[in-house]
């Protein structure tokens, strides 16, 4: 091989080892560059975010002296008006006293105080809500409850009670609608102990036995108005002689007797010479009705002529 030809190869390789060299370490300065460029904005970040948090700390230290002294402060108002307070002597104000809107009565005597925890549309009554100290959700959960209670009982009077249409000559003075309604007693054991569950953990198991013998009894006369056996719910309308019209709810036994017998109200011939007494139409809460409006409505049966 020729010397020279060597020579000029190894020349050659030189030279592009070279100038591969010189592209790396260009291209190395421009990446460290980039690198140093990118370390620099990061760096300032940082020293942003730093600033922020600072701030952020400084304003977290100036609430937390804000709501400590806000603390004192109602801690002190609430010591000088406990100082202050007139304590209550249950041992001297167990009588009646004339200075106070209250007196003093030991939670055991509470059983043997008679009252009515509903009205007759099954509002708490005022005396209810006094003695039981009720919060107006709990006389909502009550109301509801016994709401409840009512429907379910009124839904199986629908269910058993049976018409009765009696043959007889059409009377244009008189007007009648007949249920055969059967004794339910059997039923109510279960919504007794739904109704008592129910309002335990409404208004607690202590109060709610207070109010469990009344409620029991209003129960009962909800669902077996006589008692014992089957028997008939009528409401009947009488026209009398000036013109009037007289309206009846009447119970009777199986066997026809009259058990008992509820004046309704009456629609008087003239207005004009009603004396005010009488029970308007459609019924309110107050009417002997009202409980069977489920089967009869709330409307007159007959008009006055």
């Known amino acids: ?23 790396g370490a260009r291209n190395a300065a421009a990446e460290l560059a980039r690198l140093q460029a990118e370390e620099a904005a990061a760096a300032a970040t940082l020293s942003e ?4 948090s600072s701030a952020d700390s400084e304003r977290l230290a100036e609430v937390s002296r804000e709501l400590a002294e806000a603390m004192s402060e109602l801690r002190s108002a609430s010591d000088a008006a406990i100082r202050d307070r007139i304590e209550p002597a249950p041992a001297v104000e167990g009588a009646w006293p004339s200075d106070r809107p209250y007196f003093y009565l030991p939670k055991r005597l509470l059983p043997e105080i008679g009252f009515t925890p509903l009205t ?10 006094a003695v039981l100290g009720m919060t107006p959700a709990e006389q909502a959960e009550l109301k509801q409850a016994w709401a409840d209670l009512r429907l379910e ?10 018409r009765i249409d009696r043959a007889a000559p059409a009377d244009p003075d ?14 109510l054991p279960v919504l007794r102990e739904r109704l008592r569950e129910r309002l335990a953990h409404a208004i607690g198991a202590t109060r709610a036995r207070l109010i469990e013998e009344p409620l029991q009894e209003r129960l009962v006369e909800l669902g077996s108005p006589l008692a014992e056996g ?6 009947l309308a009488e026209r009398d ?3 009037g019209v007289n309206h009846y709810l009447r119970f009777e036994t199986a066997n026809g007797a009259t058990a008992s017998q509820f004046h309704v109200g009456t629609l008087p011939a003239d207005p004009a010479m009603s004396d005010g007494n009488e029970l308007p139409f459609p019924i309110g809460p ?6 069977y409006r489920h089967l009869f409505g709330d409307q007159p049966l007959l008009r006055p002529r």
Not at 174 to 187: G, H, Y
């Open 120 to 129: 007759s549309d099954g509002e708490p009554t005022a005396e209810c809500r």
């Open 1 to 23: 091989m020729n010397p020279f030809l060597v020579i000029l190869g190894i020349a050659v390789a030189a030279l592009v080892g070279s100038l591969h060299q010189r592209n």
């Open 49 to 52: 975010v730093q600033a922020r």
């Open 153 to 162: 009982v009124q839904e199986l009077q629908v269910r058993f009670a049976k």
């Open 230 to 235: 089957d028997g008939f719910v009528i409401y």
């Open 286 to 291: 107050d009417s002997p009705l009202w409980n």
């Open 174 to 187: 008189r007007r009648s609608i007949r249920f055969r309604l059967p004794n339910i007693s059997d039923l």
């Open 241 to 243: 002689a000036d013109g």
